[in-house]
């Protein structure tokens, strides 16, 4: 079974305060990606990488950041959390043109 | 780019069928995904349409007609455990990769 990890399933933070969420998965995937997830909002793109360390912007990165420095693990941080960054955030990974594979998601508070 | 629209929310009776729909208007088309999210969890993959037709998985089918930008997601033999959110995802054909778009689920409701 493909298996996706974030660091946290909850995490509390201030505001100003730069933040780090992590992702790892173990089954060779080229894509990977974050999300974040919000009421009545759906599912939103942030960041994507075909590669190691190749990134590309998705529908809504301002305010984030993403690093991939090996090819299993996908970094999003954010480089001063904001109350407006609080929300669920989902990693998932997939082979390129199949189904995406999704983490149980960081929840994440900024006070 | 994307813009995907489906209900909600729908309710509907342990034992008995339900259709989920999903239409969508993209500047690229490559493929369009179901998957279902159980409340606290992560969405799982449930199926897959990249040519017009039904798709059958067990009690779960799937219906694309790209002509008219249409989907849905056919449920049948209701158990109460379907009780989630269904997402339709429309995957970007135009040098996205495997970018996909989602729209903001359907919820829904399986009752005795």
Same mark, same amino acid.
């Given at each position: 079974d493909v298996k996706v990890t974030q660091s946290s399933r909850y995490l509390v933070k201030r505001t100003g305060e730069k933040v780090f969420l992590e992702c790892v998965q @173990?089954? @060779?995937?080229?894509n990977m990606f974050w999300y974040r997830q919000d009421p009545g909002l759906g599912l939103r793109l942030i960041y994507f990488s075909y590669d190691v360390k190749m990134k590309e912007k998705g529908d809504i990165p301002e305010g984030y950041s993403v690093s991939r420095e090996k090819k299993e693990r996908f970094s999003l941080i954010l480089e001063s959390a904001s109350t407006n960054q609080t929300s669920m955030y989902l990693c998932a990974s997939s082979f390129p043109n199949y189904e995406q594979y999704f983490g149980p998601g960081t929840r994440l508070t900024v006070t | 780019g994307q813009n995907i629209d489906q209900p909600t929310e729908m309710t509907a009776t342990e034992g008995a069928i339900v259709q989920i729909n999903c239409t969508y208007q993209t500047s690229g088309f490559n493929g369009l995904f179901w998957y279902q999210q159980h409340a606290g969890e992560a969405p799982t993959f449930l199926s897959y349409n990249v040519l017009d037709g039904l798709e059958e998985k067990g009690r779960f089918s799937s219906f694309l007609s790209r002509s008219k930008g249409y989907s849905y997601l056919l449920l049948k033999e209701?158990?109460?455990?379907?009780s989630a959110s269904y997402l339709c995802a429309v995957r970007d054909g135009a040098g996205g990769g495997n970018k996909l778009t989602f729209g903001t689920g359907t919820q829904l409701k399986v009752e005795l």
């Open positions: @173990d089954m @060779d995937h080229e | 209701l158990q109460m455990k379907d």
